[in-house]
């Protein structure tokens, strides 16, 4: 006899957060959003544990959904500087995708190391092609063109007039030659570079060893974009954290390509995370890398949750059906309300912690409309967020800005669509009578999402309402919300209340006179 859960399947819009004694410290500045990314071991008398104990850590609990229509490199970069984490889409060429993850790597470092070089020999217009394929208009020089070669001198955009100077023009005889340029020595730390860039009027610093081969550049832009984003999110080398999506068809080939790329941490992208596939995945991973870190799912319930963390998962995701461009629980009734789901694999993680010492994060991928689903997903023991939407509506995103009814919109379309013919992400193992690129139905849909601008300005704002209600619940960070937390089913007149109701709204677009 098929097994029925007595309680029904409820989503995050059903309950409200009951406040708590807001006490003279609460207040948002005070808040405190770290969050961990991955298992780590921990004194199970503290739970929930310090999230810094884990050996990846975010710095607000938001992370971009592994979509092509969301997690390109430019909103990973975005995102990574405001302290949250993108997983760049999978469902692309192995190829492709670790050019991804590379490109987010190298962007942004207290000591980057150049990948624009070129030989003395080469010409302006060999200057002009790589900056046009790379983007960067500073291109050190070496004796043999490689990023670690005996530097001989650097050329950028005002050493040359295009139009004026020929294309033929060696580079030898238009770069600033290395006696002219200051160098700092390999051992310096960031504040004495960038003591020296500012001591020096300089846009870079070169850092060089003892044969005067080049090591690193560090850019004045990036100390000032630093200070703009206290919050990113960076690795030991002072690069941008990134992680990368992969299946379970072709990992052994995808995952040392994104690896030696420089991902951070590797996600299985799936709709259902509870099978034999994903274990075998996660096994490859942890036996071939031994500090590999790699997330798993997606799970609904208990079962799924602990058959994926003992395989080795280092995180859970958390959602089936939930997402505003998945149809799967119309396509196969399969799945479960966001909230219900994540009540229970909290609950099996923290059971879990208590029995192993070992804590797991979980992410809640999906059923988030409105910005207060954040904070109730976390008080329900999310650690993190997952979401697609939200993101798709920027211009970092890699959706085309398109207009329709005279409004902006982006385009986003579902991983389950035809569009994205991600047949991988839905794949049960059985190649036999399956033609590559195909998906017998689909399990989502392609629309448009109202543009909304940058990624940083809008985040900002979501997070300024997490804290503000995290205030409200008197808790200064993620674990105070979990453990303090107070949350209520609200009726569907309670919601309706809690709307513009009664009242005929102004319109806003109308002048002051016509008002």
């Not at 941490?265 to 995370?273: E, H, K, N, P």
């Not at 994060?361 to 976390?378: E, V």
């Amino acid at each position: 006899m098929a097994f029925i859960y007595d309680e029904p399947s409820r989503t995050f819009g059903e309950y409200l957060l009951v406040p708590n004694l807001t006490t003279k410290d609460c207040v948002p500045a005070n808040v405190d959003l770290t969050a961990p990314v991955v298992r780590f071991r921990a004194d199970p008398s503290a739970s929930p544990p310090d999230p810094r104990q884990a050996p990846l850590t975010i710095n607000v609990p938001v992370t971009s959904a592994l979509m092509q229509s969301v997690s390109g490199a430019d909103l990973a970069i975005a995102l990574a500087r405001c302290g949250g984490l993108s997983f760049v889409y999978g469902s692309q060429g192995i190829e492709e995708e670790a050019a991804m993850v590379r490109r987010v790597k190298n962007y942004k470092a207290g000591f980057v190391v150049s990948d624009s070089n070129l030989r003395p020999e080469a010409t302006l217009a060999d200057v002009l092609a790589l900056t046009d394929r790379t983007g960067h208009s500073t291109i050190a020089i070496t004796e043999d063109g490689t990023p670690t070669g005996r530097f001989l001198g650097i050329i950028t955009s005002r050493d040359y007039r295009i139009g004026k100077t020929p294309l033929s023009t060696p580079v030898r005889e238009i770069m600033t030659p290395f006696k002219s340029i200051h160098c700092g020595k390999v051992g310096l730390d960031l504040q004495e570079a960038n003591e020296l860039i500012w001591r020096h009027k300089l846009n870079t610093l070169p850092v060089i060893d003892e044969r005067q081969h080049l090591q690193y550049l560090v850019f004045r832009k990036d100390y000032e974009s630093h200070q703009a984003h206290p919050l990113e999110n960076v690795d030991r080398e002072k690069r941008l954290i990134v992680g990368a999506g992969i299946n379970s068809r072709d990992h052994k080939e995808r995952v040392p390509a994104l690896m030696e790329a420089g991902a951070d941490v590797l996600c299985i992208d799936s709709s259902d995370g509870y099978s034999e596939w994903q274990r075998d995945t996660i096994e490859f991973v942890k036996s071939t890398y031994k500090h590999g870190l790699i997330g798993a799912g997606n799970v609904v319930d208990r079962e799924g949750f602990l058959y994926l963390v003992e395989a080795g998962a280092d995180f859970v995701k958390v959602g089936i059906g939930g997402g505003s461009i998945c149809i799967t629980r119309e396509q196969k009734g399969i799945g479960r309300g966001q909230a219900s789901a994540v009540i229970e694999v909290a609950k099996a993680r923290d059971e879990y912690f208590q029995k192993t010492g070992i804590y797991v994060p979980i992410c809640s991928d999906g059923g988030i409309s409105q910005d207060y689903h954040i904070t109730i997903a976390l008080a329900m023991g999310a650690d993190f967020v997952m979401m697609g939407r939200y993101f798709a509506r920027f211009d970092e995103a890699p959706g085309r800005k398109v207009r329709v009814n005279n409004q902006f919109m982006k385009e986003y379309w579902g991983e389950g669509s035809n569009r994205a013919r991600n047949w991988q992400r839905y794949d049960h193992g059985d190649a036999s009578n399956k033609k590559k690129d195909q998906l017998e139905f689909e399990e989502g849909v392609d629309s448009y999402v109202p543009y909304a601008g940058k990624l940083k300005d809008n985040l900002d704002v979501t997070l300024a309402k997490v804290r503000s209600t995290m205030c409200n619940c008197g808790a200064l960070s993620l674990r105070d919300l979990y453990m303090r937390a107070r949350l209520t089913v609200a009726s569907a007149v309670s919601i309706h209340e809690g709307g513009v109701h009664d009242v005929m709204l102004k319109d806003t677009r109308m002048s002051p006179r016509e008002a």
